[in-house]
């Protein structure tokens, strides 16, 4: 343990780099090693992915899981109404270890790029947020300085779940637990700027990702959400082929999403780019949108929305087949400033 009287100002000085973090965190935890890591092997390894399911969807539009079409590919795309793009990213490293214990650094950024004369700029309202913080397993790291327990940039790891189970002390079981964590923060930093645009703007933001986190933006008519990754396939028996069939510029049946401890919203599929000679998932995205009256109007819209995003490409992206260039321009941003 390092009394206060002899941490160094150099140590008081909260990091922001993953080489800074390894330094600071020997000033405060005497034992540890320093760690070399790439974070993204880190968090790939971290983690399994979540298991690939089919799930029955629940109808809201219609008495089958059909195919509509909303726009003819092969005409112009026309104007998109996303007057705006909100992304998160999240960089993890282990920078230090004691005794086989990861000791995680990671930064968690968000920001919304607005587009105005058709140029991708910085959301005025809300600044970017970029946070970094170290993910520890407290009960299994005895010596660290109680200045960093008691520091809310400091989380800890090992508390136990909902079941009151704790993490196991393998180090693989310690990383999942970190990278959950450090999720769970990028989405808080999402959802703070998403709600900050349904409180003051009157356009519609295109959101990465889900918005079933939160009540004010699942709810709200100014924020849709956009999946590119599919473990979870809304599309379960005679709906699963029509799903894989589903020809760009056309949108599945209108469905209902309710997890449990997340909001109802509505959704639905959309293909954007032709799947022919490539995979199932090609070009293909789930909508998320609140729950409205006039729902099968709005996804109408909002997918042809997204098949006007399809251009420019967001190249050299491997995702660019999902990708909406807005979207890439917010992460080509957040590496600048993270």
Not at 17 to 23: G, P
Not at 134 to 139: D, G, K, L, S, V
Not at 239 to 267: D, M, N, Q
């Amino acid at each position: 343990m390092t009394p206060e009287s002899n941490i160094s100002s150099e140590q008081r000085k909260w990091p922001a780099t993953a080489h800074e973090a390894t330094r600071f965190m020997l000033g405060h935890l005497p034992h540890a090693e320093a760690v070399t890591t790439d974070p993204a092997n880190v968090e790939r390894i971290a983690r399994a992915d979540d298991p690939a399911v089919l799930i029955e969807p629940e109808l809201m539009e219609g008495n089958s899981f059909s195919t509509i079409r909303v726009a003819d590919p092969r005409r112009a795309r026309g104007e998109s109404g996303f007057a705006a793009f909100l992304d998160g990213t999240q960089e993890i490293r282990v920078v230090n270890q004691l005794d086989g214990i990861p000791i995680v650094w990671a930064t968690v950024s968000a920001a919304v790029r607005a587009r105005v004369n058709r140029r991708m700029v910085s959301w005025r309202t809300s600044a970017p947020i970029v946070a970094g913080r170290y993910y520890i397993p407290f009960r299994y790291v005895s010596d660290l300085d109680p200045l960093l327990r008691d520091d809310p940039r400091v989380v800890d790891t090992g508390k136990a779940d909902s079941t009151g189970k704790f993490p196991s002390r393998h180090p693989a079981a310690l990383m999942e637990a970190a990278v959950k964590k450090v999720q769970d923060d990028r989405e808080r930093c999402e959802i703070e700027l998403a709600e900050a645009w349904c409180a003051s703007e009157n356009a519609v933001l295109f959101a990465d990702g889900s918005i079933m986190a939160s009540k004010v933006v699942s709810a709200s008519d100014r924020v849709v959400g956009v999946i590119k990754s599919h473990r979870r396939l809304y599309a379960d028996g005679d709906a699963f082929r029509v799903l894989v069939r589903l020809e760009s510029g056309c949108r599945t049946s209108i469905f209902r999403v309710a997890p449990r401890s997340r909001h109802a919203v509505a959704s639905w599929y959309v293909r954007i780019r032709p799947a022919i000679g490539r995979d199932a998932l090609f070009g293909l995205l789930r909508v998320e949108a609140s729950l409205t009256d006039d729902i099968s109007a709005r996804a109408d819209e909002i997918s042809r929305w997204l098949l006007a995003e399809g251009a420019p490409l967001a190249l050299p992206d491997g995702r660019w087949d999902k990708m909406a260039y807005g979207i890439r321009d917010a992460e080509e941003f957040l590496r600048a400033i993270s």
